[in-house]
């Protein structure tokens, strides 16, 4: 069974623009979750989507934005980039309910310039 | 909001040493969750713990979630060099699907 996908691997932007990124989940998992990763923050919860409805949203601003689409494959969008925004994107995806532990893949990093 | 407290935050140990890391919280978890990241990897979980006082084993790893559902910990035995990583608990409460993260220990194993 293939793991979490998430494209593309590597991405260098400049500060203002806007960038997306995409998550290709398990098959047969229904939940897909966003979280952002730096050195200083750790591991910080974006949103998390099921069936294709955004159930819970982290402490970001609105410039963190998410879709998720019937296929249950997901992406998220950061409008306006900053240099604080530079860090490892992480896509997880689980089945649904509580006893559904999340399974992540390898992220995108994302450098702003 | 809640938060984990994981300690050490570092370890550095010679190869064949056991090795124990903990998280506490500041609130009760239904779910504690431990995962490992090797450099330029995402997360990849080790243990899944559902109960209070559940003790689990995946191998060379044992795990437990504690009596009062606010703390958890992992322990390796036996470490390997390829144990090396930096592991992460992870607490999870209630219809709340998101999971609140401890900072990491990050582990040395020297052989």
């Known amino acids: 069974k293939a793991g979490v996908t998430q494209t593309p691997r590597y991405l260098i932007k400049t500060r203002g623009q806007q960038v997306t990124l995409s998550c290709s989940p398990i098959?047969?998992?229904?939940?897909v979750s966003w979280y952002q990763q730096t050195p200083g923050q750790g591991l910080q919860f974006l949103f998390e989507?099921?069936?294709?409805?955004?159930?819970n949203k982290g402490n970001f601003p609105g410039r963190f934005s998410g879709r998720q689409f019937s296929n249950s494959r997901s992406e998220m969008n950061v409008s306006t980039l900053e240099l604080g925004d530079s860090a490892l994107y992480l896509c997880?995806?689980?089945?649904?309910?509580?006893?559904?532990?999340?399974?992540f893949g390898n992220g995108t990093r994302l450098t702003v310039t | 909001g809640q938060q984990l407290n994981q300690s050490p935050q570092s370890m550095f140990i010679q190869e064949g040493e056991d090795v124990s890391m903990n998280c506490t919280s500041s609130?009760?978890?239904?779910?504690w969750l431990w995962y490992k990241q090797d450099p330029g990897e995402g997360p990849v979980l080790l243990i899944a713990?559902?109960?209070?006082?559940e003790l689990t084993s995946n191998g060379r790893l044992t795990a437990q979630f504690g009596i009062t559902r606010k703390d958890s910990f992992l322990n390796i035995s036996a470490s390997i060099p390829s144990d090396v990583g930096i592991y992460f608990c992870?607490?999870?409460?209630?219809?709340?699907?998101?999971?609140?993260f401890g900072k990491g220990t990050l582990l040395t194993v020297n052989p």
């Open positions: 997880a995806s689980s089945l649904v309910g509580e006893m559904s532990p999340l399974h």
């Open positions: 098959s047969g998992h229904r939940s």
């Open positions: 989507y099921f069936s294709e409805t955004q159930r």
């Open positions: 609130s009760i978890f239904n779910t």
């Open positions: 713990l559902y109960k209070a006082g």
């Open positions: 992870a607490g999870q409460g209630g219809s709340n699907y998101k999971l609140t």
